[in-house]
T-cell receptor, first 115, second 113 residues
Framework: DAGVIQSPRHEVTEMGQEVTLRCKPI?????LFWYRQTMMRGLELLIY????????DSGMPEDRFSAKMPNASFSTLKIQPSEPRDSAVYFC?????????????FGPGTRLTVL | AQSVAQPEDQVNVAEGNPLTVKCTYS??????LFWYVQYPNRGLQFLLKYITGDNLVKGSYGFEAEFNKSQTSFHLKKPSALVSDSALYFCAVRDPGGFKTIFGAGTRLFVKA
């Protein structure tokens, strides 16, 4: 299995630009999670999906952030417009079920730098 | 509300010596506990988890963790550290009724040759 795939691995953009991060979960996994990692706040859950439907987006920081999952094998996290404080590493993770005992498997992350 | 604490920002140990990375948690009910490791420029990799049963859980790469309910702790251990174990380690907790995983701030492990 290829694991969770994220692209791009690195993104550098200027303030005000739109940024789109992409994720392909592990095949057969019904749950997909987006996390953000910063030095100040650690690892934070932004949003998660079950069977392509957003379940909890309470971690999304602002309306500038949006996430979609048009099918079982693809999800995007979009920031529009981007700001320097959005600079972070964004991880996508997936799990077979959403059960509390189930393991989440993480992608390699996208390092976003907003200048 | 559930929470998890990793009291040490950094742990230094010599190669061949035993290592312990500490984790304490707070959750209502019986917790589900996880350890992940993150190498530079990589995603988090799952090491082990405690759901129920034996308090000593064995995981990947020779790591193990001991669940202690009375002390609300879930410390990560390895009998003999390797230089290649140097990485960032995260403890995480999830309450049985929820989907959200709460991660600790992470502990950086340095293993010196």
């Amino acid at each position: 299995d290829a694991g969770v795939i994220q692209s791009p691995r690195h993104e550098v953009t200027e303030m005000g630009q739109e940024v789109t991060l992409r994720c392909k979960p592990i095949s057969g996994h019904d749950y997909l999670f987006w996390y953000r990692q910063t030095m100040m706040r650690g690892l934070e859950l932004l949003i998660y999906f079950n069977n392509n439907v957003p379940i909890d987006d309470s971690g999304m920081p602002e309306d500038r952030f949006s996430a979609k999952m048009p099918n079982a094998s693809f999800s995007t996290l979009k920031i529009q417009p981007s700001e320097p404080r959005d600079s972070a590493v964004y991880f996508c993770a997936s799990s077979r079920t959403g059960g509390a005992a189930d393991t989440q498997y993480f992608g390699p992350g996208t390092r976003l730098t907003v200048l | 509300a559930q929470s998890v604490a990793q009291p040490e920002d950094q742990v230094n140990v010599a190669e061949g010596n035993p290592l312990t990375v500490k984790c304490t948690y707070s959750v209502s009910g019986n917790p589900y506990l996880f350890w992940y490791v993150q190498y530079p420029n990589r995603g988090l990799q799952f090491l082990l988890k405690y759901i129920t049963g034996d308090n000593l859980v064995k995981g990947s790469y020779g790591f193990e963790a001991e669940f202690n309910k009375s002390q609300t702790s879930f410390h990560l251990k390895k009998p003999s550290a390797l230089v290649s174990d140097s990485a960032l380690y995260f403890c995480a907790v999830r309450d049985p009724g929820g989907f959200k995983t709460i991660f600790g701030a992470g502990t950086r492990l340095f293993v010196k040759a």
